[in-house]
């Protein structure tokens, strides 16, 4: 092949890229899946999660783990996850449902953006994957813009240091039924410190999978799963999702800085996995954009 004819073969596979990204839903769909997967154990170990909620949307979470303290114990294949979103808890009434795809590139985990909602009101949500069921979670939209909002009953969290107590805190947020809750960060500890309540498993994390089963280990507590099911999260992060007082590329033992972001890049997609966060989160080049800002009614605007 002359270098001319390699040119026009690669301007030609560019261009057809370009336009099925005109038609492709986005990173998170589409493409081909596996057969009709069977499980070791549970694969909604983990429990569901919605996020982000807007007068018209809301996002929808879960990640597949029937081993979650084993990197997940998926195979490494796509795979095809079912929808329901209701206006009620009995699921009488359908409002959206469709498929997604749960991908090994992001440990399984789904975000499904939900639209054409109506503002204000509760929906209750699962996924289905094969012939399993996951737990049933509750959410709510945020009031219409500009709508007059007399209150909100929403909880502020964070700093869920595992080994320091139990999740008590959150076993009571989830009775509450809240409109929202906002998080604040630090929803892991990365550090492994016996401090004598509880510990967790292994050592200080570093490594992608470490971070994927540190969080597993958390979710699996099931005041914090009851939390996540009963109200939207809003979520941000502290310093422990990567390392203890870490600035931008420095941390604090002095790593280089061309190490220390390579644990940086996988402490951000670890905690995009299990967020549930809109697509604009997604990392990119090592990054991840965070700042976004909601609206509540002529009430709050929180940045």
Not at 123 to 132: E, S
Not at 212 to 231: E, V
Not at 245 to 273: H, I, K, W
Request: contains cysteine; proline residues 6%.
């Amino acid at each position: 092949m002359s270098r001319r004819e390699l040119i026009r073969a690669a301007w030609s596979l560019g261009a057809a890229a370009a336009a099925r990204a005109v038609v492709d839903p986005g990173p998170l769909h589409a493409q081909a899946v596996a057969a009709k997967p069977s499980f070791v154990a549970n694969p909604f170990s983990l429990g569901v999660a919605s996020g982000d909620p807007l007068p018209d949307s809301v996002v929808l979470w879960t990640r597949l783990a029937p081993r979650p303290l084993e990197g997940g114990g998926m195979p490494m294949s796509n795979v095809d996850v079912r929808w329901e979103l209701a206006r009620d808890e009995g699921f009488k009434t359908v409002a959206s449902s469709g498929t997604t795809i749960a991908r090994p590139e992001l440990g399984h985990s789904v975000h499904v953006e939900v639209g054409g909602l109506e503002p204000a009101r509760e929906y209750w949500y699962r996924f289905v994957v094969g012939d399993v069921d996951s737990p049933v979670g509750r959410t709510r939209t945020a009031p219409a813009a500009g709508a007059t909002v007399d209150q909100l009953r929403f909880a502020v969290c964070g700093c869920n240091d595992f080994e320091s107590g139990y999740f008590t805190a959150f076993r009571h947020i989830a009775a509450q039924r809240f409109d929202f809750v906002f998080h604040t960060g630090d929803y892991i500890y990365e550090s492994r410190a016996y401090k004598g309540v509880r510990e967790h498993a292994g050592d200080e994390i570093y490594t992608f999978v470490d971070y994927r089963n540190r969080y597993a280990q958390y979710k699996l507590d099931p005041d914090l799963a009851a939390a996540h099911a009963s109200a939207p999260f809003i979520v941000t992060w502290d310093d422990h999702e990567v390392d203890n007082d870490y600035a931008g590329s420095v941390d604090e033992t002095g790593t280089p800085p061309e190490v220390f972001l390579l644990r940086r890049a996988a402490a951000y997609q670890a905690y995009f996995e299990h967020m549930p966060l809109r697509r604009t989160a997604l990392p990119s080049a090592g990054g991840m954009r965070l700042y976004r800002r909601l609206h509540f009614g002529n009430l709050i605007d929180l940045n």
